[in-house]
């Protein structure tokens, strides 16, 4: 896994990635009431805006960390959004993007330097 400096996580698996928030993003935002999710299919630029997460204390955007196309989006989420604080790094996942250029992954913290990140 690699993770961003805005707390995202990133797992690949094949020619995808699956991006969701960590668990320290989850616990900063308190419980999540609502996740507006990307369109399948939408073509993405890295750090673009493409997720929107309403909790009961702020609303945060997630950016998209790397080009691509967005190929599946975490439906359950619609309805569970609270998912997000129950398991932020496993069934609650954001999207599937499917990147142009995997090299970017290589900008990401590895989980020694995230772990350092938030002491």
Do not use: C
Not at 106 to 113: M, R
């Amino acid at each position: 896994m690699k993770f961003t400096e805005e707390h995202e996580w990133l797992r690949v698996e094949g020619d995808l990635v699956v991006v969701g928030i960590t668990e320290h993003a989850a616990e900063q935002l308190g419980d999540v009431v609502f996740v507006d999710l990307p369109e399948v299919g939408t073509s993405v630029t890295k750090d673009d805006e493409i997720v929107v997460i309403e909790s009961v204390k702020a609303a945060s955007d997630i950016l998209a960390p790397l080009d691509g196309e967005i190929v599946e989006v975490n439906e359950a989420l619609a309805d569970e959004p609270g998912k997000v604080n129950e398991d932020p790094m496993g069934d609650a996942w954001f999207f599937k993007i499917k990147p142009e250029d995997m090299s970017q992954m290589d900008d990401y913290l590895d989980e020694a330097a995230y772990k350092a990140l938030i002491g």
